[in-house]
């Protein structure tokens, strides 16, 4: 069913429905492609298969038949097909190609990886972990890097490498990893330390001591301090449910000196349904305001990205104001814990809101800590239970601050619509697999190339323009206002602006495309002045080049950029 | 009138007062005629703070043994308190406040007795008369007419001396079209669209009354409007029902039997108690912090304030595309013709018109359409969100206006060539002002009271070089180009400057704005 090509296929605008485009669908191995016929304008749709979601198939109507085909990341493609055959023969196609049984079949395994293997490898080293837990200080006297897990013999989730307190012993690390699936480990550090681990297997009275040894070396890796938090950020009805399954929360009784929190996430499951509501509620045709915002509780999203933020908030008060370490765990140790644990290195640590940092960090607490990515995001066709949109999550709870400290991220709300589909669209090997030891036994550095490079080649369009590394909001712990009245639906995610709505223009937008025309005349100018007779540059401009970096604010005084403003009748359409 | 026999205790000290964004601070409490004046020694430093008794909404004290606590909740939504030692004074201090900050007497109030130094009540009041509007627009001076029948306010007591009609109709006619419209508000040309010759008039409800009284001159004049281009609208403000309902009470619509070139299009806009009440309940849940999410929503919709702000602007949009695209000429009413009516005409004019999207030309807008065309601001503006007291005629619909101005603002953001710290000062200013642009109900009656003698105008002065730069957008660039904004209940936000203006949430977007601005400032000084 490969190259299969309909003509006369119309390409409908949702919100214009009478404004339909002419032209020919083709389908690839890889996309599903619509061209219009139009000689002047011959606009092109493309579709990646891996972002299909679904496609429906309306009744057939007097003039054709309809699909409409939803994406992961929440856009709907409508298309009329005038012969209900092609339609049944287009929609089998894409259900099939948009849903690969084999990693073999995805788009990034797909391609022949030595056709440019200096880029492939150098694109996996751009990132360095090991780097970052240097930055961190760690290792130190306290904590050490353990070898227990270098062959993923403790436990096959977590990543190789992993940090522990000093005093605990081998046995003390290995005993307590059998007490519970995933056992503590450090991924966060400053005095106060972070660590995450899975719940432990308590049931209603066992116990392990090498695991309450372990947590009390936690607390003594913590001068200072005589309690440590233990997190747990699911709701206490749960985790009191789990019980009675063999698992569930620390015995504050065996555990000389921890607090136990209960933070209230809710499961997958929930959070899965929630979002197929918001989604709906962006879809919305022409509601009334009272639709929309019942349509917004009733989703009960907003609800969920809060008890996300508010699991943030408490870690990063106890580390950073109370300056006591902090153990997080869920069920697993792989969903409410991700979230908890990289919501709170967001607001301790301004590095982690540079695009670079962003990256390390959804690198470190993502990817090398084992969260299901290929279960969680339906890379392959499989148990639609396991499907639940985790990372979502996280990366709204960054957006829901960056709307709250507008100068206070370095990226803007694009870099996370465009980190949101890399997570699903598997173009790049970073997110394929469930663990750190099945990537590594699939190959994927040796198959696949890395998304980082690629995403930092284009930073210029990420960038926002109000960020400055000395701006007070930039500086320290972030102290978010989490009152209900401070979330808003994400309208760039779940209501994007369609085709021919008017291009809104937004502020920062804008100041961004001055600050890149700067960026060009400056050059300009400067290879100008290179060239010019007499041979020499003046050495001052140079510098003045040189010192045009995003994180010298300091120096961008200096710099002379002309204003001109882009277009505006581009910003404002007549209709 | 002697203030000071309301004011039992002027004096006391040792007052803790607690603020927003602020420690608490301990100083001196004075009350005068019109504030209350608190001012704290600390070393050399001493630091005054100054409430315009004016803008206080609601008071609430809770005296006890030896001391008292009074809350001021106030009508730009800031809430104070004060810690006073000693219940006596400081029940005197709560009664003083009562009633200074309720004077109903207009010469009573502070833009009569403010004088500052930089101001000169030779100043020219106002920005613009009906004559040089008039005289503005020569391209409608063939078919229009500037009439001024109503010199001495006597035909129609809430409009200004001089109006704009057809050039057929006479003013012998206007009086007569006066008596059939209530409160004589005859229809009005306000705005006139350069691109095709149409109009946008604005009146009352025509009395037809039970028996469908006709009035042969009314019919004229709409029919004048229309002459040549064959058929107009007509937007009621009101839904059908309504507007069926009116005729009981006297009032009416123009039937499809007598005026046969005029279309009707009903759209309910809420106005009056149900607006003042939306209010109160978004305030209420803006200020109740302890809530979940599901609540904050449920309580943000059923405020319905935001529904108000989308039907007026789909009203608005609805109006400006009459004109514009149908190339049809409106007339806009309700049933008084003073709130929804002005609402709609002024907001499609924001639309279309992008004279009135410059900082000059706002101010211009909003003195013709709602200062000379008569909104009731004393009326409508007596209290805010907090007040305890009765409802009488309060409604926010001039903060209706302002949200949904913002609302475009938002949305064009290099459109408008004021900022929003404009919209918020006239939020404030609306309510409780050292100027005296906003008192009274209409041009006639500030006229009476010696308004534009006695007290100083605020649009002159936020024209003034020093305030200017701050009320205009730093992003403004100009265009021709009707601005069409997005009405999707999904496109509408909450007013955070304003409801949230007193919690960290706003304090942060203003820091933002106020990067966005020097970054601008910086990159223009710089070419």
Redesign the interface.
Known sequence: FLNETVENVRLIDRTAPRKAMVGTLYLSATHTIFVENNPETRRETWVLHSMVASVERPPTTPSGSHLVVHTKNFQVVQLLIPQERDAMDVQASLARLSRPEKYSELYCLSINPNANKEEREESWSFLDLQADYRRMGVPNNLWVSTPANSEYRVCDTYPSELFVPKSATPPVIVGSSKFRSRGPSDPFFSQAAICRCSQPLSGFSARSQEDEQMLEAIMKSNPGSDYIYVVDTRPKLNAMANRAAGKGYENEDHYANIKLQFIGIENIHVMRNSQQKISDVGELKTPSMGDFLWGLESSGWLKHIKAVLDAGVFIAKAVAEEGISVVVHCSDGWDRTAQACSVASVLLEPYYRTMKGLMLLIERDWVSFGHKFSHRYNHLEGDPKEVSPVIDQFLECVWQLSEQFPCAFEFNERFLVQLHRHVYSCQYGNFLGNSQKERRDMGLRERTHSLWPQLWKDRAQYANPLYRADHTQTQGILRPNTTPYCFKMWKGMYNRVEKSSPPRQTPTDLLTAVREETQQLEEELTNHQEVAPGGTAQPGTKQGIQTRSRNAPNERCSLRPIYKFINVSLLITIN | MEFSEHIKTANVEDVVLRRPFHPPMQGTLCVTGHHLLFSNRDGDSSRLVLLLLRNIDAIEKRPSVSSGTITLKCKDLCVLQLDIPGMEECLNIARSIEYLSSLDIVSDMYPFFYRPLKLSLQDQWGLSSPEQNYAQMEELQDRWRLSHVNKDYSVCPSYPPAVIVPHSIDDETLVKVAKFRQGGRFPVLCYYHRKNGMVIMRSSQPLTGANRKRCREDELLLQAVIDGSGLGYIIDTRSNQQAQQARMTGGGFESKSSYSCWKRLHRQLERGKVLQESLIKLVE??GD?S????????K??NS?W??H??TALATAGLLAECVE?DGHSVLVHGSEGTDATLLVSSLAQLILDPNTRTLDGFLGLLEREWLLAGHPFQHRCAHSAYSHARLRLEAPVFVLLLDCVWQLAR?????MGFSEPLLLRLAREVYASDYGTFLCNSDQERCAAGVKERTHCLFQFLLKPSEREHYSNP?Y?P?E????P?I???????W?GLF?RW???AV??E??QE??RN??I???G??
């Open positions: 849940a803006c912090h809530h979940s999410v599901d609540r904050w929503l449920s943000l919709e319905k935001l529904s702000v989308h695209r949305q064009f953001p290099l459109a992003l660039e265009t180009l009707a601005i069409w997005s999707q209940p999904q496109s509408l936000q909450l955070r949230l919690t960290q949430h942060h977007l820091k933002a990067e966005l970054l601008v910086e990159c223009r710089a070419s």
